[in-house]
């Protein structure tokens, strides 16, 4: 029976652990924090956002086809396979921070046996299986990849949320440092995934593939906005227009946003340009500069429309980076919560999926009780994540509400301008405030 090592228990990598078990082979998850190590082997999930995971791990810990360590030289010591997604960590000025992926990685040399097969699904910059993690495995093993064991990269393209769903829904993609590589990983994926496995030519090819979805989406959503924006002032219905053109199928139009969240979009497309000679990737660098550039361009609009934000009292619903998440990577809620509040405003800032004392790094007062809220009144509503919490929200009960600025386009216009509020959202805006109530 094939052993493997999953190295990274996050939200991709027991979902991933739990998978293989069901398969019927033999999973250590390795993480190095104890508590995590602790909750698995007592068969709970300390992930709380994905359906099924709760089930697949106590089922998978019961059947004794999954366990977890913090030695992670000794769980590699006695696998076949490795599959390692520890994330690469960013910071907020987008520099990469290989540290805990390079700690691993020599973890993982040190229990390192020949013939092994390791894959990373942590995604990377183009070349960093071979000419980073590559010789960081040799140094710590002493074993050559692509000559004593293999060495392949296969991007996660999974969504938080729909792991198991995306698991079977789509392509494992897979790239070997040499063609045996490849061959080993496809065959192990084959027998751990419903999907189809497509193997490229090479890791770098891999690499680029995660990266090159990605940027798609950024960059689209970039265009989205700058079609939205210059459709704004031309009397063009800007929703009709882009679902109009969506309605050719080679037009695949993203929804103007706020801006772009997330460990994935607004990140990966660094990837690409850390390494870009002068005069490359000139539209991946002008897609980000263009969203992320959208949260000034819509609260500049709010601003216009309620007369100036000082001592506004004004609503942002949602903190999460998108709806229906627990998440803050790279969240628009940030930049808005801040510019409102050097604005003078006061802000609220309210999100359902986030207990008390989890959002205190914002600049707002986090409410949790929106009929208080609405009693009391606010001027203005930002809606950053339109969570499903929110989605029979009535306008019409927030006293003095003049304007709601939709950052997701998710809202029904017609339903706040019924409640006597003005609706704005990128490319939509009104021409004057609507009055107080």
């Known amino acids: 029976m094939t052993t493997i090592s999953v190295v990274g228990l996050g939200k991709i990598g ?5 998978q293989f078990a069901s398969k019927g082979m033999t999973v250590i998850g390795c993480d190095t924090l104890p508590d995590v190590v602790t909750s698995v082997n007592a068969g709970r999930s300390h992930i709380r956002e994905e359906d099924g995971l709760d089930e697949a791990v106590a089922s998978a810990v019961a059947a004794g086809r999954l366990s977890a360590t913090t030695d992670t030289t000794d769980a590699v010591k006695r696998s076949d396979v490795v599959v390692v997604i520890v994330p690469l960590m960013v910071g907020p000025d987008r520099a990469m921070d290989y540290r805990n992926l390079d700690a691993a ?4 040399g040190r229990g390192l046996r020949p013939g092994t097969l390791v894959i990373y699904e942590t995604t990377l910059p183009v070349g960093t ?13 002493g074993l050559e990849p692509g000559t ?63 990266l090159a979805e990605t940027t798609y989406r950024d960059v689209n959503i970039a265009l989205a906005n700058q079609l939205a924006l210059y459709a704004s002032s031309r009397d063009v219905n800007v929703s009709e227009a882009f679902r109009a053109a969506n309605s050719q199928p080679f037009s695949h139009i993203h929804r103007p946003s706020l ?14 340009l850390g390494d870009a000679a002068d005069g490359e990737l000139s539209l991946v660098r002008d897609g980000r500069t263009t969203n992320d550039a959208m949260a000034k361009v819509g609260l500049r609009e709010l601003e216009r429309l309620l007369g100036g934000l ?18 803050l990577a790279f969240s628009t809620a940030f930049p808005v919560v801040d510019m409102l509040h050097k604005a003078g405003a006061e802000v609220l800032l309210a999100d359902p999926h986030f207990a008390d004392g989890e959002l205190q790094a914002f600049e707002a007062e986090v409410v ?54 003005s609706y704005i959202a990128i490319g939509i805006s009104e021409t004057r405030a609507a009055s107080p109530k």
């Open 105 to 108: 990685t020599r973890s993982i």
């Open 259 to 272: 801006g772009v969240g997330g460990h994935c979009i607004p990140v990966y497309p660094h990837f690409l």
């Open 148 to 210: 004593r064991f293999h060495l392949a990269f296969s991007p996660e393209r999974l969504y938080a949320g729909r792991i198991f769903a995306d698991l079977r829904k789509y392509p494992k993609i897979v790239g070997g440092v040499d063609a045996a590589s490849t061959e080993a990983a496809v065959a192990f994926y084959r027998s751990v995934l419903d999907a189809e496995v497509w193997p490229v030519e090479n890791t770098e090819t891999a690499e680029f593939a995660k």
């Open 129 to 141: 299986t071979r000419r980073r993690l590559g010789p960081m495995l040799q140094e710590a093993s």
């Open 368 to 421: 949790d009780d929106l009929d208080r809220v609405a009693s009391k009144g606010v001027d203005a509503i930002v809606v950053q994540a339109w969570h499903e919490e929110f989605r029979d929200l009535d306008w019409g009960r927030f006293g003095g509400l003049k304007v709601v600025l939709d950052g997701r386009g998710a809202v029904d216009p017609e339903a706040v301008r019924q409640a006597g509020a």
């Open 310 to 327: 000082r001592s506004r009292r004004i609503l942002v619903l949602g903190a999460s980076y998108r709806e229906n998440v627990k998440e």
């Open 14 to 18: 027991l979902p991933l652990a739990a």
